[in-house]
């Protein structure tokens, strides 16, 4: 397990002040609820009147025993700080409410400001224990997916929301947990994401002369077979932005209708045209001097 610097601390640390704000101002302020260890501890509220913040710390206590026996000191002590930066900041900002007439849209919120403060804890390789060691564990004897268990976890905590505060509430929450999580993949992957497109063409040199002409972007020719035929020929890949894909599509419809086109996601985009400052020869920083000049 790597040692983190002050700053990663930190990032973990405004991590879980961020999701407390998210918890208390949007989720528990309009009484809906959350999954995991959290949503325990939330449901307890509700049901005794229980500190979030200290329910969610001491159902932690067990399995960052069973942790530190199974992982390690440094486990433990990376889990750690999410799992106290949770569970005091869930105290301190208990004054927050932000209540919202219209539930869905409190959802809407709920599950972004946790999105954001979930995706900094994990990107900088923190957690918040609970379900997470939970699914470690389980992976460690067992050889089940962190997914599946994790997963598990929710659905079993969003059955007690029903059983305990009613299925309205808890497809609401559904809807926090489904956009918490989205936000939680765009933090972590980061705003330099693209497209990947894979052409088959016969006319595969023009394709290419084109995009590198209209797009200045990139493309990498590989050598393939057909799996009917036994005919080798080359495959055109290129990663573009977003924006991109339709100029693509276009410029392999032009060129040739019948190409053979699949188009995937491509998550966190790094080198040139994307996150590297491209040298003086490339064809994007000529334009730029040109038009700069």
Not at 176 to 204: C, M, P, W, Y
Request: hydrophobic share 50%; with cysteine.
């Amino acid at each position: 397990m790597l040692y983190r610097s002050p700053v990663q601390w930190l990032m973990i640390l405004a991590g879980s002040l961020i999701y407390s704000i998210g918890l208390n101002g949007f989720l528990i302020t309009n009484h809906l609820a959350e999954g995991g260890f959290v949503g325990i501890s939330v449901l307890l509220l509700y049901l005794f009147h229980l500190p979030v913040g200290a329910t969610f710390f001491i159902l932690n206590i067990p399995l960052l025993f069973i942790a530190w026996r199974m992982f390690g000191r440094q486990f433990v002590l990376n889990t750690g700080v999410g799992v106290i930066g949770v569970s005091v900041f869930s105290e301190l900002t208990k004054f927050i409410h932000i209540p919202t007439e219209d539930r869905l849209l409190a959802a809407l919120y709920a599950g972004v400001v946790t999105g954001i403060g979930l995706g900094l804890i994990f990107r900088t390789g923190g957690t918040t224990g609970g379900a997470d060691i939970i699914a470690r564990i389980l992976r460690h004897y067992r050889g089940v997916g962190m997914g599946r268990t994790l997963f598990s976890i929710d659905l079993i905590v969003i059955l007690m929301v029903i059983v305990v505060i009613g299925k309205q509430v808890a497809m609401y929450s559904l809807v926090a947990l489904f956009v918490s999580s989205r936000v939680i993949d765009f933090v972590i992957e980061g705003a330099q994401s693209g497209k990947a497109l894979t052409i088959i063409s016969e006319n595969h040199s023009a394709i290419v002369a084109a995009i590198h002409e209209q797009l200045e972007r990139g493309t990498t020719l590989l050598q393939a077979m057909g799996g009917y035929t036994g005919q080798s020929r080359q495959v055109v890949y290129c990663v573009v932005a977003r924006e991109e894909v339709v100029r693509v599509q276009r410029i392999v419809h032009e060129v040739d209708p019948k190409a053979f086109v699949t188009v995937s996601n491509v998550h966190e985009v790094l080198g040139e045209g994307f996150t590297y400052d491209v040298t003086v020869n490339s064809p994007l920083k000529r334009r730029f001097l040109k038009n700069k000049n």
